[in-house]
């Protein structure tokens, strides 16, 4: 199969490799059958990619943006009604009262299209591509929604004495939905502490690699 331009190549050889890891997996996928796939020769994909770890590195890379997006899309509600949880609620001050809002909030969710930006996730402690553009666009998300708990401090909305830092992570896990984790709504104590843990140590992985 002939593309008109390198980047539409690139492109058909990204999106038969995107769905050959939705199936079998990074570790299934095979360049020999992803250029079967894309009606192209092994010779045209190592054109675009070094090696077969390159290729799953891009797709990973292609899947983050694409998932940040589609998340974007949706921020405008997503943020409102995180902003009326976070005004509507008891201020909070210590670990223990961030910790049970967040498991509230991680329970009351429902799915966002963020279980990809998970997987990525803990790829990108493998990969310091994949990390480099996941720490650019997690900088650019906190510092947005800094500027909003800022704000509702200055405002009155949150105690003076609130930890931004900590009403930051709890906005971060309700924007990207860590409910996805568990692929249910419904879930108990017990798992919210699990995902709660979780995501408080790839909050710490991230912070210790700026």
Not at 165 to 171: D, V
């Amino acid at each position: 199969m002939n593309y008109e331009t390198p980047g539409a190549t690139r492109e058909a050889i990204l999106a038969a490799a995107t769905q050959m890891m939705n199936e079998v997996g990074p570790a299934g996928l095979r360049v020999a059958e992803v250029a079967r796939a894309a009606g192209m020769t092994t010779g045209a994909i190592y054109a675009h990619f070094v090696d077969r770890q390159d290729l799953i590195s891009a797709v990973r890379a292609a899947q983050v943006r694409a998932s940040h997006a589609e998340m974007k899309d949706h921020s405008s509600d997503r943020l409102q009604r995180m902003s009326e949880l976070l005004t509507s609620a008891e201020p909070l001050s210590s670990s223990k009262g961030y910790r049970e809002f967040l498991m509230r909030t991680i329970i009351g969710e429902d799915k966002a299209p963020a279980w990809n930006w998970v997987k990525n996730a803990v790829a990108a402690e493998f990969d310091e591509t994949l990390a480099h553009l996941m720490r650019d666009i997690w900088r650019d998300r906190a510092e947005e929604i800094g500027k909003m708990l800022e704000g509702a401090r200055n405002s009155g909305k949150l105690r003076t004495d609130s930890d931004v830092f900590a009403m930051k992570e709890i906005a971060l896990a309700f924007y990207y939905g860590m409910a996805v984790i568990t692929h249910t709504r419904d879930i108990d104590e017990a798992a919210a502490e699990r995902i709660v843990a979780s995501w408080q140590e790839m909050w710490t992985t991230f912070e210790s690699k700026k």
